[in-house]
Protein backbone atom coordinates (compact mmCIF):
# COMPACT_ATOMS: atom_id res chain seq x y z
CA UNK A 1 0.00 0.00 0.00
CA UNK A 2 3.08 2.40 0.32
CA UNK A 3 4.10 1.90 -3.77
CA UNK A 4 6.32 -1.16 -2.51
CA UNK A 5 6.88 -4.32 -4.60
CA UNK A 6 6.79 -7.53 -2.91
CA UNK A 7 7.78 -10.57 -4.70
CA UNK A 8 6.39 -14.36 -4.34
CA UNK A 9 8.60 -16.83 -6.14
CA UNK A 10 9.51 -20.74 -5.33
CA UNK A 11 12.05 -21.12 -2.99
CA UNK A 12 15.60 -22.36 -4.59
CA UNK A 13 16.18 -25.14 -2.22
CA UNK A 14 12.30 -26.45 -2.27
CA UNK A 15 10.05 -25.28 -5.07
CA UNK A 16 6.78 -26.66 -2.98
CA UNK A 17 7.73 -23.93 -0.77
CA UNK A 18 7.63 -19.76 -1.36
CA UNK A 19 9.02 -17.15 -0.93
CA UNK A 20 7.87 -13.10 -0.44
CA UNK A 21 11.39 -11.42 -1.15
CA UNK A 22 13.57 -13.25 1.50
CA UNK A 23 10.95 -14.26 3.68
CA UNK A 24 9.95 -17.97 3.81
CA UNK A 25 6.09 -17.84 3.59
CA UNK A 26 5.18 -20.34 6.76
CA UNK A 27 1.63 -19.92 6.26
CA UNK A 28 -0.14 -19.40 2.46
CA UNK A 29 -3.61 -18.66 2.56
CA UNK A 30 -5.79 -17.59 5.97
CA UNK A 31 -8.99 -16.51 5.31
CA UNK A 32 -10.19 -13.40 7.48
CA UNK A 33 -13.09 -11.09 6.94
CA UNK A 34 -12.52 -8.84 3.84
CA UNK A 35 -9.52 -10.80 2.75
CA UNK A 36 -6.81 -13.41 3.59
CA UNK A 37 -3.68 -13.48 5.79
CA UNK A 38 -0.51 -14.58 4.26
CA UNK A 39 1.87 -15.30 7.64
CA UNK A 40 6.07 -14.96 6.70
CA UNK A 41 9.34 -16.02 9.15
CA UNK A 42 10.79 -12.22 8.51
CA UNK A 43 10.57 -9.09 7.36
CA UNK A 44 9.44 -7.88 3.55
CA UNK A 45 11.98 -4.86 3.89
CA UNK A 46 14.76 -5.43 6.27
CA UNK A 47 16.32 -2.38 5.57
CA UNK A 48 12.93 -0.67 7.62
CA UNK A 49 15.13 -2.05 11.01
CA UNK A 50 18.06 -0.63 9.28
CA UNK A 51 16.29 2.69 9.62
CA UNK A 52 14.54 2.14 13.00
CA UNK A 53 18.20 1.52 14.34
CA UNK A 54 19.39 4.86 13.04
CA UNK A 55 16.46 6.31 14.17
CA UNK A 56 16.97 10.03 15.61
CA UNK A 57 16.51 11.16 19.29
CA UNK A 58 13.31 13.59 17.72
CA UNK A 59 11.80 10.24 16.17
CA UNK A 60 13.10 10.81 12.77
CA UNK A 61 13.62 7.77 11.02
CA UNK A 62 16.72 8.38 8.67
CA UNK A 63 18.36 5.93 6.62
CA UNK A 64 22.04 5.91 4.30
CA UNK A 65 20.38 5.43 1.60
CA UNK A 66 19.98 8.76 -0.82
CA UNK A 67 15.91 7.74 -1.32
CA UNK A 68 15.24 8.00 2.21
CA UNK A 69 18.01 10.64 3.59
CA UNK A 70 16.86 13.21 5.50
CA UNK A 71 12.94 12.01 5.42
CA UNK A 72 10.57 10.36 7.67
CA UNK A 73 9.70 6.70 6.97
CA UNK A 74 5.91 6.67 7.49
CA UNK A 75 5.65 3.38 8.09
CA UNK A 76 7.69 2.87 10.72
CA UNK A 77 7.57 4.11 14.71
CA UNK A 78 10.51 5.09 17.00
CA UNK A 79 8.87 3.97 20.04
CA UNK A 80 6.51 0.57 19.29
CA UNK A 81 6.28 -1.74 22.17
CA UNK A 82 5.91 -5.19 21.67
CA UNK A 83 2.45 -5.46 22.83
CA UNK A 84 1.07 -2.60 20.38
CA UNK A 85 2.42 -4.92 17.91
CA UNK A 86 0.55 -8.03 19.03
CA UNK A 87 -2.38 -5.67 19.12
CA UNK A 88 -1.86 -4.84 15.44
CA UNK A 89 -1.70 -7.92 14.16
CA UNK A 90 -4.92 -9.12 16.44
CA UNK A 91 -6.84 -6.07 14.94
CA UNK A 92 -5.73 -7.64 11.43
CA UNK A 93 -7.68 -11.09 12.15
CA UNK A 94 -11.02 -9.21 13.32
CA UNK A 95 -12.19 -12.59 14.72
CA UNK A 96 -10.97 -15.45 16.29
CA UNK A 97 -8.66 -13.89 19.14
CA UNK A 98 -10.62 -11.05 20.05
CA UNK A 99 -10.98 -12.48 23.82
CA UNK A 100 -6.87 -12.29 24.03
CA UNK A 101 -6.92 -9.17 22.55
CA UNK A 102 -9.37 -7.30 24.64
CA UNK A 103 -7.82 -8.40 28.05
CA UNK A 104 -4.36 -7.34 26.90
CA UNK A 105 -5.53 -4.08 25.80
CA UNK A 106 -6.63 -4.20 29.42
CA UNK A 107 -3.30 -5.45 31.08
CA UNK A 108 -0.40 -4.08 32.39
CA UNK A 109 2.15 -6.42 30.50
CA UNK A 110 3.81 -3.44 28.68
CA UNK A 111 5.14 -2.43 32.13
CA UNK A 112 6.67 -5.80 32.45
CA UNK A 113 8.53 -5.39 29.21
CA UNK A 114 11.99 -3.85 28.39
CA UNK A 115 12.81 -1.97 25.29
CA UNK A 116 16.27 -3.71 24.74
CA UNK A 117 14.89 -7.16 24.50
CA UNK A 118 12.56 -9.22 22.66
CA UNK A 119 9.92 -11.83 23.83
CA UNK A 120 7.23 -14.22 22.63
CA UNK A 121 3.62 -14.67 23.42
CA UNK A 122 1.15 -17.66 23.36
CA UNK A 123 -1.79 -16.05 22.40
CA UNK A 124 -5.45 -18.46 23.16
CA UNK A 125 -8.18 -18.63 20.61
CA UNK A 126 -11.65 -17.50 21.50
CA UNK A 127 -12.93 -20.90 21.79
CA UNK A 128 -10.15 -21.46 24.55
CA UNK A 129 -11.67 -18.85 26.47
CA UNK A 130 -15.19 -20.11 26.06
CA UNK A 131 -14.60 -23.24 27.61
CA UNK A 132 -14.46 -21.58 30.84
CA UNK A 133 -17.91 -19.60 30.32
CA UNK A 134 -21.07 -21.46 31.51
CA UNK A 135 -23.85 -21.95 29.29
CA UNK A 136 -26.75 -20.31 31.27
CA UNK A 137 -25.54 -18.92 34.78
CA UNK A 138 -22.32 -19.61 37.14
CA UNK A 139 -18.75 -18.61 37.17
CA UNK A 140 -16.52 -17.36 35.29
CA UNK A 141 -12.85 -16.91 35.82
CA UNK A 142 -12.23 -14.12 33.58
CA UNK A 143 -14.26 -11.73 35.50
CA UNK A 144 -11.82 -11.74 38.00
CA UNK A 145 -9.65 -8.85 37.20
CA UNK A 146 -6.66 -9.65 39.17
CA UNK A 147 -6.50 -13.56 38.37
CA UNK A 148 -7.19 -12.46 34.42
CA UNK A 149 -3.96 -10.32 34.53
CA UNK A 150 -1.94 -12.59 36.00
CA UNK A 151 -3.00 -15.13 32.90
CA UNK A 152 -2.37 -12.97 30.47
CA UNK A 153 1.19 -12.06 31.96
CA UNK A 154 2.18 -15.84 32.30
CA UNK A 155 1.45 -16.19 28.51
CA UNK A 156 5.01 -13.97 27.64
CA UNK A 157 8.02 -15.47 27.71
CA UNK A 158 11.46 -13.33 26.93
CA UNK A 159 13.11 -14.17 24.17
CA UNK A 160 11.88 -14.58 20.30
CA UNK A 161 11.26 -18.20 20.10
CA UNK A 162 10.64 -19.79 16.81
CA UNK A 163 8.90 -23.18 16.77
CA UNK A 164 11.46 -24.67 14.54
CA UNK A 165 14.27 -23.80 16.79
CA UNK A 166 11.80 -25.49 20.30
CA UNK A 167 13.34 -28.92 21.21
CA UNK A 168 11.07 -31.77 22.79
CA UNK A 169 11.16 -31.11 26.53
CA UNK A 170 12.50 -27.71 26.98
CA UNK A 171 11.29 -25.52 29.51
CA UNK A 172 11.45 -21.95 29.88
CA UNK A 173 9.96 -18.84 32.51
CA UNK A 174 6.74 -16.97 31.79
CA UNK A 175 6.82 -13.45 32.89
CA UNK A 176 6.05 -14.54 36.24
CA UNK A 177 7.79 -17.24 36.70
CA UNK A 178 5.97 -20.83 36.06
CA UNK A 179 7.11 -23.45 33.93
CA UNK A 180 5.95 -23.66 30.32
CA UNK A 181 7.06 -26.78 29.04
CA UNK A 182 7.34 -27.72 25.00
CA UNK A 183 6.50 -30.95 23.78
CA UNK A 184 6.92 -32.05 20.01
CA UNK A 185 5.47 -35.42 19.81
CA UNK A 186 3.20 -35.83 17.90
CA UNK A 187 2.74 -32.17 17.09
CA UNK A 188 4.21 -29.00 19.16
CA UNK A 189 2.22 -28.60 22.38
CA UNK A 190 3.04 -26.12 25.13
CA UNK A 191 1.98 -27.04 28.49
CA UNK A 192 -0.11 -29.79 26.65
CA UNK A 193 -2.01 -26.94 24.89
CA UNK A 194 -1.53 -27.44 21.20
CA UNK A 195 0.38 -24.96 19.02
CA UNK A 196 -0.75 -23.75 15.79
CA UNK A 197 1.52 -24.38 13.04
CA UNK A 198 3.65 -21.47 12.15
CA UNK A 199 4.95 -18.52 14.13
CA UNK A 200 4.16 -15.17 13.24
CA UNK A 201 6.86 -12.81 13.68
CA UNK A 202 6.60 -9.20 14.52
CA UNK A 203 8.98 -6.11 15.71
CA UNK A 204 10.94 -7.41 18.99
CA UNK A 205 9.35 -10.76 19.03
CA UNK A 206 6.96 -13.87 17.80
CA UNK A 207 3.46 -14.78 18.29
CA UNK A 208 1.91 -18.32 18.57
CA UNK A 209 -1.59 -19.34 18.24
CA UNK A 210 -2.59 -21.68 21.01
CA UNK A 211 -6.33 -24.07 21.47
CA UNK A 212 -5.93 -23.57 25.49
CA UNK A 213 -5.66 -20.99 28.17
CA UNK A 214 -3.04 -21.69 29.94
CA UNK A 215 -2.63 -22.08 33.65
CA UNK A 216 -5.53 -22.91 33.65
CA UNK A 217 -7.30 -25.79 35.17
CA UNK A 218 -10.86 -27.13 36.94
CA UNK A 219 -8.76 -27.17 40.15
CA UNK A 220 -7.55 -23.53 39.70
CA UNK A 221 -11.06 -22.43 38.94
CA UNK A 222 -13.03 -23.89 41.37
CA UNK A 223 -10.89 -22.32 44.25
CA UNK A 224 -11.09 -19.01 42.47
CA UNK A 225 -14.83 -19.46 42.40
CA UNK A 226 -15.00 -20.15 46.30
CA UNK A 227 -12.93 -16.91 46.70
CA UNK A 228 -14.97 -14.83 44.42
CA UNK A 229 -18.69 -15.79 45.07
CA UNK A 230 -19.89 -12.01 44.07
CA UNK A 231 -18.65 -12.90 40.45
CA UNK A 232 -21.41 -15.93 40.08
CA UNK A 233 -24.21 -15.02 37.82
CA UNK A 234 -27.58 -16.87 38.69
CA UNK A 235 -30.46 -18.82 37.26
CA UNK A 236 -33.37 -16.69 36.11
CA UNK A 237 -35.89 -17.07 38.66
CA UNK A 238 -39.45 -16.87 38.08
CA UNK A 239 -40.32 -17.40 41.66
CA UNK A 240 -41.08 -15.44 44.17
CA UNK A 241 -40.66 -12.34 42.22
CA UNK A 242 -39.59 -12.80 38.92
CA UNK A 243 -39.05 -8.94 38.44
CA UNK A 244 -36.72 -8.68 41.82
CA UNK A 245 -34.13 -11.22 41.17
CA UNK A 246 -32.08 -10.44 43.72
CA UNK A 247 -34.41 -10.04 46.18
CA UNK A 248 -35.46 -13.85 44.91
CA UNK A 249 -32.80 -15.16 45.20
CA UNK A 250 -31.56 -13.46 48.72
CA UNK A 251 -35.54 -14.83 49.90
CA UNK A 252 -34.46 -18.23 48.78
CA UNK A 253 -30.74 -18.22 50.85
CA UNK A 254 -32.18 -16.90 53.96
CA UNK A 255 -35.13 -19.41 53.65
CA UNK A 256 -32.74 -22.64 54.19
CA UNK A 257 -31.05 -20.95 57.36
CA UNK A 258 -32.75 -21.62 60.51
CA UNK A 259 -31.33 -17.93 61.62
CA UNK A 260 -33.97 -16.11 59.59
CA UNK A 261 -37.54 -17.80 59.98
CA UNK A 262 -38.98 -14.49 61.40
CA UNK A 263 -37.63 -12.18 58.04
CA UNK A 264 -38.65 -15.06 55.61
CA UNK A 265 -42.20 -14.81 56.93
CA UNK A 266 -42.38 -11.22 57.13
CA UNK A 267 -40.91 -11.15 53.60
CA UNK A 268 -43.29 -13.72 52.56
CA UNK A 269 -46.50 -11.52 52.90
CA UNK A 270 -44.71 -8.16 51.64
CA UNK A 271 -45.39 -6.01 48.78
CA UNK A 272 -41.35 -5.39 48.23
CA UNK A 273 -40.99 -6.32 45.02
CA UNK A 274 -41.93 -3.22 43.08
CA UNK A 275 -39.70 -1.36 45.61
CA UNK A 276 -36.68 -3.88 45.28
CA UNK A 277 -36.74 -4.63 41.39
CA UNK A 278 -33.81 -5.96 39.47
CA UNK A 279 -30.42 -6.29 40.80
CA UNK A 280 -27.56 -4.20 42.86
CA UNK A 281 -28.67 -3.97 46.37
CA UNK A 282 -27.46 -4.29 49.85
CA UNK A 283 -29.77 -5.96 52.79
CA UNK A 284 -28.85 -5.58 56.10
CA UNK A 285 -30.90 -8.67 57.35
CA UNK A 286 -31.78 -9.20 61.18
CA UNK A 287 -31.53 -12.40 62.79
CA UNK A 288 -33.93 -14.51 64.65
CA UNK A 289 -33.31 -12.83 67.98
CA UNK A 290 -33.53 -9.60 66.87
CA UNK A 291 -37.18 -10.26 66.10
CA UNK A 292 -37.56 -11.46 69.05
CA UNK A 293 -35.68 -8.97 71.03
CA UNK A 294 -38.44 -6.39 70.55
CA UNK A 295 -41.60 -8.92 70.57
CA UNK A 296 -41.97 -8.64 66.44
CA UNK A 297 -41.41 -12.71 66.40
CA UNK A 298 -45.29 -12.67 68.04
CA UNK A 299 -46.83 -10.61 65.16
CA UNK A 300 -48.59 -12.20 62.62
CA UNK A 301 -47.21 -12.95 59.37
CA UNK A 302 -48.75 -9.98 57.06
CA UNK A 303 -47.82 -7.60 60.11
CA UNK A 304 -45.03 -5.97 58.07
CA UNK A 305 -46.60 -6.15 54.85
CA UNK A 306 -47.89 -2.46 54.33
CA UNK A 307 -47.55 0.99 55.38
CA UNK A 308 -44.73 1.54 58.18
CA UNK A 309 -44.15 -2.16 58.94
CA UNK A 310 -43.32 -2.06 55.11
CA UNK A 311 -41.49 1.20 55.80
CA UNK A 312 -39.60 -1.24 58.10
CA UNK A 313 -38.63 -3.46 55.89
CA UNK A 314 -37.31 -0.91 52.93
CA UNK A 315 -35.52 0.29 55.82
CA UNK A 316 -32.69 -2.82 55.91
CA UNK A 317 -32.01 -1.99 52.16
CA UNK A 318 -29.98 0.18 50.66
CA UNK A 319 -29.22 0.98 46.70
CA UNK A 320 -26.51 -0.58 45.63
CA UNK A 321 -23.73 -3.87 46.45
CA UNK A 322 -21.40 -2.64 49.02
CA UNK A 323 -18.34 -4.76 50.08
CA UNK A 324 -17.38 -4.57 53.87
CA UNK A 325 -14.98 -1.79 52.82
CA UNK A 326 -17.41 0.52 51.24
CA UNK A 327 -18.64 0.78 55.23
CA UNK A 328 -16.44 3.22 55.84
CA UNK A 329 -16.24 4.62 59.41
CA UNK A 330 -19.11 7.41 59.95
CA UNK A 331 -20.29 7.16 56.10
CA UNK A 332 -24.32 7.79 55.88
CA UNK A 333 -26.29 5.75 53.35
CA UNK A 334 -30.10 6.42 52.73
CA UNK A 335 -32.00 3.45 53.06
CA UNK A 336 -34.86 2.26 50.43
CA UNK A 337 -37.33 3.53 53.32
CA UNK A 338 -35.95 7.20 52.65
CA UNK A 339 -34.12 6.63 56.50
CA UNK A 340 -30.63 7.69 56.88
CA UNK A 341 -27.67 4.90 58.34
CA UNK A 342 -24.66 5.61 60.36
CA UNK A 343 -21.92 3.10 60.10
CA UNK A 344 -19.43 2.86 62.85
CA UNK A 345 -16.15 0.63 63.17
CA UNK A 346 -14.97 0.42 66.64
CA UNK A 347 -12.92 -2.13 68.19
CA UNK A 348 -12.58 -4.44 65.10
CA UNK A 349 -16.86 -4.62 65.08
CA UNK A 350 -19.06 -3.02 62.51
CA UNK A 351 -22.24 -1.45 63.84
CA UNK A 352 -25.21 -0.34 61.40
CA UNK A 353 -26.77 2.45 63.81
CA UNK A 354 -27.31 0.46 66.92
CA UNK A 355 -26.52 -2.83 65.51
CA UNK A 356 -23.69 -4.89 64.89
CA UNK A 357 -23.01 -6.69 61.70
CA UNK A 358 -22.32 -10.48 62.95
CA UNK A 359 -21.55 -11.94 59.86
CA UNK A 360 -20.42 -10.21 56.64
CA UNK A 361 -20.12 -9.61 52.77
CA UNK A 362 -23.50 -12.89 52.27
CA UNK A 363 -22.99 -12.46 48.42
CA UNK A 364 -26.17 -13.03 46.39
CA UNK A 365 -24.42 -14.22 42.88
CA UNK A 366 -23.68 -11.02 41.28
CA UNK A 367 -26.82 -9.56 41.97
CA UNK A 368 -26.05 -7.80 45.29
CA UNK A 369 -24.78 -8.39 48.99
CA UNK A 370 -26.31 -9.38 52.69
CA UNK A 371 -24.78 -8.51 55.79
CA UNK A 372 -26.40 -10.20 58.90
CA UNK A 373 -26.99 -7.75 61.72
CA UNK A 374 -28.11 -8.25 64.98
CA UNK A 375 -30.93 -5.92 65.87
CA UNK A 376 -33.86 -4.37 63.72
CA UNK A 377 -33.33 -1.13 62.25
CA UNK A 378 -34.87 2.17 63.22
CA UNK A 379 -37.72 0.18 65.50
CA UNK A 380 -37.96 -1.09 68.90
CA UNK A 381 -40.27 -2.87 71.47
CA UNK A 382 -41.60 0.56 72.27
CA UNK A 383 -42.72 1.87 68.47
CA UNK A 384 -43.93 -0.81 66.76
CA UNK A 385 -45.97 0.36 64.17
CA UNK A 386 -49.43 1.03 63.29
CA UNK A 387 -49.41 -0.63 59.86
CA UNK A 388 -52.94 -0.44 58.67
CA UNK A 389 -53.20 2.77 57.15
CA UNK A 390 -49.62 4.53 56.07
CA UNK A 391 -49.00 3.81 52.92
CA UNK A 392 -45.64 2.76 51.88
CA UNK A 393 -42.84 5.52 50.74
CA UNK A 394 -42.35 7.16 47.52
CA UNK A 395 -39.81 6.38 45.16
CA UNK A 396 -37.52 9.50 45.45
CA UNK A 397 -34.60 10.82 43.43
CA UNK A 398 -31.28 9.71 44.94
CA UNK A 399 -27.68 11.07 44.26
CA UNK A 400 -25.61 8.22 42.19
CA UNK A 401 -22.25 8.01 44.07
CA UNK A 402 -19.92 5.17 42.78
CA UNK A 403 -18.62 2.96 45.56
CA UNK A 404 -14.67 2.63 45.86
CA UNK A 405 -15.28 -1.27 45.76
CA UNK A 406 -13.20 -4.36 44.91
CA UNK A 407 -11.36 -3.67 41.67
CA UNK A 408 -12.63 -6.80 40.70
CA UNK A 409 -16.21 -6.07 40.71
CA UNK A 410 -16.95 -6.27 36.76
CA UNK A 411 -20.09 -7.31 34.99
CA UNK A 412 -20.80 -10.88 34.31
CA UNK A 413 -23.53 -10.50 31.89
CA UNK A 414 -26.62 -12.56 33.44
CA UNK A 415 -27.31 -14.25 30.69
CA UNK A 416 -25.72 -15.49 26.95
CA UNK A 417 -26.12 -12.36 24.76
CA UNK A 418 -29.08 -13.55 22.34
CA UNK A 419 -27.34 -13.11 19.15
CA UNK A 420 -25.18 -15.63 18.42
CA UNK A 421 -22.21 -13.36 16.62
CA UNK A 422 -21.91 -11.48 19.97
CA UNK A 423 -20.84 -14.37 22.01
CA UNK A 424 -16.79 -13.06 22.10
CA UNK A 425 -18.72 -9.82 24.38
CA UNK A 426 -19.74 -12.78 26.57
CA UNK A 427 -16.53 -13.74 27.04
CA UNK A 428 -14.88 -10.03 28.16
CA UNK A 429 -16.94 -10.63 31.01
CA UNK A 430 -17.03 -7.23 31.57
CA UNK A 431 -20.01 -6.24 28.83
CA UNK A 432 -17.00 -4.70 26.74
CA UNK A 433 -18.46 -1.18 27.75
CA UNK A 434 -19.93 -1.45 31.16
CA UNK A 435 -18.05 -1.06 34.29
CA UNK A 436 -20.72 0.33 36.65
CA UNK A 437 -22.29 -2.90 38.18
CA UNK A 438 -21.08 -1.43 41.59
CA UNK A 439 -22.12 2.44 41.58
CA UNK A 440 -24.63 3.09 43.91
CA UNK A 441 -27.49 5.68 43.02
CA UNK A 442 -28.06 6.00 46.80
CA UNK A 443 -27.30 9.39 48.80
CA UNK A 444 -23.98 8.83 50.60
CA UNK A 445 -22.89 11.83 53.18
CA UNK A 446 -18.91 11.56 54.33
CA UNK A 447 -18.92 12.84 57.66
CA UNK A 448 -15.15 14.62 57.86
CA UNK A 449 -13.88 13.83 61.84
CA UNK A 450 -12.76 16.92 61.93
CA UNK A 451 -14.94 19.05 59.98
CA UNK A 452 -19.28 20.61 60.40
CA UNK A 453 -20.24 20.36 57.13
CA UNK A 454 -20.93 17.54 55.01
CA UNK A 455 -20.35 16.42 51.77
CA UNK A 456 -23.16 14.99 49.69
Known sequence: MSGRTVTVKPAKENVTKLKANDANVVEQKIEVPNGILIVVDG????????????ATSQGKLV???SHFAGKEHPRVRSNTTFVENI??????LKSGVRVFQHFLSRSNVSKLLKEDEEYTVFVPTDHAFQRWHPIDWGFYPFSVPEFTESVIVNHFIKGRLRQDDIKDGQVVKSLEGKDIVFRKTPSLTVNGATVVKGDTPVAKGNMMFIGEVLFVSESVVSKLHQQHKDKETPPLLAFPWVGAQFLSH??????????????TRFLNLADLAPHVSGTGYTFFVPIDTAFEEIGLDKMPD???????????????????RLYDKDLKDRIQLATLGNETIIVKRENGKVKINEATIVESEVFVYNLGTMFYIDKVLFTNSNSLPNTSTV???EETSTTSVPFTTAAGAEKVPEELIKEPASMVD???????????????AITVVVTQASANNTVQ
Open 43 to 54: YLFPEDQLIRRN
Open 63 to 65: DDG
Open 87 to 92: MEVLGF
Open 250 to 263: AFLALERDKRFSHI
Open 302 to 320: NYLSTGDGLRILLNHFVKG
Open 391 to 393: PPP
Open 426 to 440: VLYADGANSENVTEA
